[in-house]
């Protein structure tokens, strides 16, 4: 019965304690293992340091195409969190199983591990491939690594199913999620000669106002009938520091700002118009009075968003396993958006509810587990006909 074998592999994830900031080296070997056991291809990207890790792992026919299944492994600290249990030791009371991870992903990847061993893997007449991932808490830097790799290898699923926690709701889009740091830096000097210093606060100030008159913009360019909800890319200005005293000339200024573009081209058009603006207005006119002068930026995440598409088969494969009626769109990322860009049909679809996730007391519904084991039961079926 895959369930049981899904609540037992889901104790062993529970166990591994993977929270972003650590190497996720110790759960990628357990999870390999565990698919080479059953005859799958594995192959491992891991990132600058080391420490970290991706699997791509693929069962059945050595052919083109096929399903990909996907999840994170990494899950978000429980530091200055109130649990009643030890959140790395998975715990059954009424109905559901707590522990960090087990909605936001590690049930859904434990779903698919059972799956894989009921299979009857001889008979798959198309490859079925695991992505497992790290960083994805901390801006899906797993699985840019892992979708470059695969880009570079040719290796294109038909069809992704990424499972976070949707409630098993068939979701076809969610915004994508661009942050950044832009820090400026001028001439300190006496509030009395503005002229002679270069004040970063005012040049910062001009380039959040460049942002709220590409917020208008971006307003008239959502796409007719989007389902998002507001329907266009929207920009944040989160944070803004800069200065030191009322009579001096602040000589540094920092903005967090970010976007949550419903199209690529929105991104694009956003960071274009502003690297622009920096290049041919702000910088030659603080270097005219300080050479040294300087924007620089952080890239914190660039999280593509999953835009929905018209013809998209894996919609249509899991809303007929799940025998869902409709489909929906999130507002939070994932890292189902590098997929589709590889040019992979792809949908969120798990167990869980995203309110249960990143908090104390993290749980999944047992049943929720079940539903999914049975949607993936029904694709096994299908995959072996
Ligand atoms: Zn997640």
Not at 41 to 55: F, H, L, S
Not at 213 to 241: C, D, M, Q, Y
Not at 282 to 306: C, F, K, N, R
Request: glycine share 8%; net charge negative.
């Amino acid at each position: 019965m895959t369930l049981t074998r899904t609540k037992d592999i889901l104790a062993d994830l529970i166990a591994f304690e993977t929270v972003s900031a650590d190497s996720n080296l110790e759960i990628i070997r357990f999870l390999t293992n565990h698919l080479q056991t059953l005859g799958a291809r594995c192959i491992e990207t891991r990132d600058e340091t080391g420490k970290k890790a991706n699997v791509f792992a693929t069962l059945g026919p050595d052919i083109p195409g096929g399903i990909l299944l996907s999840g994170h492994t990494d899950v978000v600290p429980v530091a200055d969190q109130d649990w009643t249990s030890d959140p790395f030791e998975m715990v059954e009371r009424d109905g559901r199983l707590y522990g960090r991870g087990t909605c936001d992903m590690k049930g859904f990847i434990a779903a698919s591990l059972a799956f894989a061993e009921a299979l009857d893997v001889e008979k798959l007449t198309q490859p079925l491939h695991f992505a497992f991932t790290y960083d994805e808490e901390t801006g899906c830097l797993g699985a840019q690594n892992l979708v470059n790799d695969l880009s570079e290898r040719g290796i294109v699923p038909d069809i992704a199913i990424i499972g976070e926690p949707t409630e098993m709701r068939v979701i076809e889009g969610h915004k994508g999620c661009f942050e950044y740091t832009t820090r400026f830096t001028g001439l300190e000097g006496h509030s009395s000669a503005p002229d002679d210093g270069v004040n970063a606060a005012e040049y910062a100030a001009r380039y959040v106002s460049k942002l709220l008159e590409l917020r208008h913009v971006l307003k008239s360019r959502a796409p007719a009938g989007n389902l998002f909800e507001p329907p266009w890319t929207t920009i944040n200005v989160g944070f803004f520091n800069g200065g030191v005293a009322h009579n001096v000339i602040a000589s540094k200024a920092e903005i967090g700002w970010e976007m949550r573009p419903v199209q690529a081209s929105d991104a694009d058009l956003v960071n274009q118009t502003l690297s622009d603006y920096v290049t041919h207005t702000l910088l030659p006119e603080m270097q005219a009075v300080h050479p040294e002068a300087s924007i620089t930026q952080d890239v914190v995440a660039e999280v593509q968003g999953l835009e929905p598409m018209e013809d998209n088969a894996a919609r249509k494969l899991v809303a007929e396993l799940t025998g869902a009626n409709g489909t929906g769109t999130v507002a939070f990322a994932t890292e189902a958006g590098l997929f589709q860009q590889l040019g992979v049909h792809a949908i969120v679809c798990g167990p869980g509810s995203i309110t249960q996730a990143h908090r104390a007391d993290e749980y999944v519904e047992i049943e929720q587990l079940d539903l999914c084991c049975r949607m993936l039961d029904r694709l096994g079926r299908r995959l072996t006909a």
